[in-house]
């Protein structure tokens, strides 16, 4: 039978998603966890997730699948596993799927949130959670500059040059910026991004340009010609990880799968 699973977690203590020979990864522990809770002796389960994310990048719906033959109802594969796994991960929903469900290529969207403190002083409580600009934001601005970023380009300008995609081109459905703090203050920025699929880096790539135009280094029209360009030396440098956060993929409500996790309350 094929599981499917809604995971969260703080990306900060890990080396990213993917499976490392250190083990020190999201998935190593979330398999090895797994394993242990089905109590089979055939070691960790192997998974599958709907997108990988970089060390210091939080999940807060990170969704998996995995093919077993053991028998549980749903909520014990949340509180079972669980029970092995650190503070900072956890599985919040199961649900059985049909064989072919696939966590990554029946996904028909990405959703990514980039939280930012602007304050002059550096985060403290929030440290490793949100990116810092001590610098004054204008939203106008960025708005502007997001606007030429929605729709299907070619995003070579903000893509990794490890990147392993097969194509650059990709379809970004929405940016959305809001500010909560005081109008003339400290405040946290919030950037919703939503697309077919993303460039490694690409997200980090976007808001380092983007946060270039709200500082007022460039008008928002020099974002057309970042993207025109075609050369990732044209836009600005690869912002900081930790302040994004892999809001999870968007399904077909056929599926049958939770859209959202309590943690999307809880990012400002």
């Known amino acids: 039978m094929r ?16 499976s490392q020979p250190s083990g020190r990864t999201v998935q190593d522990h979330l398999e090895r966890a797994l394993g242990r809770f089905a109590g089979d002796g055939s070691g960790p389960l192997s998974t599958l997730c709907a997108g990988r994310t970089d060390s210091g990048v939080h999940g807060l719906m990170q969704v998996v699948r995995f093919d077993t033959e053991i028998a549980r109802d749903d909520f014990s594969w949340v509180r079972g596993t669980n029970a092995h796994l650190p503070p900072d991960i956890a599985v919040q929903w199961a649900r059985r799927v049909p064989d072919a469900f696939h966590a990554r290529g029946s996904a028909t969207a990405r959703r990514y949130a980039y939280v930012l403190l602007e304050s002059p002083v550096r985060p403290s ?11 004054p934001l204008s939203l106008p601005a960025m708005q502007a500059a997001a606007r030429h970023l929605v729709g299907e380009h070619d995003f070579t300008s903000f893509r990794a040059s490890a990147c392993q995609a097969l194509s650059p081109v990709k379809h970004l459905r929405r940016i959305d910026i809001g500010r909560k703090g005081q109008p003339d ?5 919030r950037f919703e991004f939503e697309a077919n699929a993303f460039l490694h880096h690409m997200i980090r790539n976007l808001m380092g340009s ?12 020099w974002m057309a010609e970042v993207l025109a360009a075609r050369s990732r030396d044209a836009a600005s440098p690869t912002f900081s990880p930790h302040g994004l956060y ?8 056929s599926w049958h799968l939770p859209a ?7 990012l400002p």
């Open 260 to 266: 959202r996790t309590a943690a999307f309350d809880w």
């Open 246 to 253: 892999f809001l999870g993929p968007v399904y077909s409500e």
């Open 185 to 189: 203050g400290s405040a946290y920025w």
């Open 125 to 135: 409580v929030e440290a490793g959670r949100v990116g810092w600009v001590f610098k």
């Open 210 to 221: 983007l946060i270039a135009v709200g500082q007022g280094q460039h008008a928002p029209d």
């Open 3 to 18: 599981i499917a699973l809604g995971l969260s977690y703080n990306g900060a203590a890990y080396e990213g998603w993917q």
